[in-house]
């Protein structure tokens, strides 16, 4: 089984937020945020994924997970990153 570790921003038109979270299915997962059944801190907004890293291991998953959560910059830098690729 693999396991993904992912970052998601609201979409144009809403307060600029991003959400780091884990999950074995990524598409199911983004569109529980997008139908206010995800975390609640996701609730009231519409997400698009940015970022995402497949991991085998759960534990490893995990603890990139929370090294993401907790690193604003590499966080607004993969938003940057994204976006000069959509444009």
């Not at 990524?26 to 801190?41: D, E, L």
């Not at 009231?44 to 497949?54: A, I, Q, R, S």
Request: aromatic content about 16%; proline content about 0%.
């Amino acid at each position: 089984m693999l396991f993904y570790v992912y970052l998601i921003k609201t979409i144009k038109g809403f307060k600029n937020k991003s959400y780091v979270g884990f999950t074995n299915n990524i598409k199911s997962r983004v569109a529980k945020h997008n139908s206010n059944k995800g975390a609640k801190a996701t609730r009231g907004y519409k997400w698009e994924l940015v970022f995402k890293k497949t991991f085998k291991n759960k534990s490893y998953a995990l603890s990139y997970e929370y090294k993401l959560k907790n690193n604003r910059k590499k966080r607004t830098d993969l938003i940057n990153e994204y976006n000069k690729k959509k444009s």
